[in-house]
Nanobody, 123 residues
Framework: QVRLVESGGGLVQAGGFLRLSCAAS????????MGWYRQPPGKQRELVAH????????NYADSVKGRFTISRDNAKNTVLLQMNSLKPEDTAVYYC????????????????WGQGTQVTVSS
């Protein structure tokens, strides 16, 4: 059974930084990619960043390019999201997700979700 457990959310002032961590356990060898979605209050969930397992290719939403960095720690089966220069509009619940199929995250159909972690950026 696969589990994705997020940590690292919290409250930070605008311009600050946070690092989110997603620890994966279970049968993860079949993952094609992992990534992070976020859902701001009253809005739809959006894909923020993801990283492929075959080539470690990374992709970012335009709204976070240059500020957020996604990376993998293979030894710990962990995916990290370093978030710098945070803005109030980054406030959202952030969800870790994993896909078993190509483009699964981009299509919004990951196979597994974490429980979410709240990120709040004050102005």
């Amino acid at each position: 059974q696969v589990r994705l457990v997020e940590s690292g959310g919290g409250l930070v002032q605008a311009g600050g930084f946070l690092r989110l961590s997603c620890a994966a356990s279970g049968t993860i060898f079949s993952f094609t990619a992992m990534g992070w979605y976020r859902q701001p209050p009253g809005k739809q969930r959006e894909l923020v960043a993801h990283i492929t397992f075959s080539s470690s290719t990374t992709n970012y939403a335009d709204s976070v390019k240059g500020r957020f960095t996604i990376s993998r720690d293979n030894a710990k089966n962990t995916v990290l999201l370093q978030m710098n220069s945070l803005k109030p509009e980054d406030t959202a619940v952030y969800y870790c997700a994993a896909s078993l199929r190509p483009s699964g995250l981009e299509l919004g159909v990951p196979a597994y979700w974490g429980q979410g972690t709240q990120v709040t950026v004050s102005s």
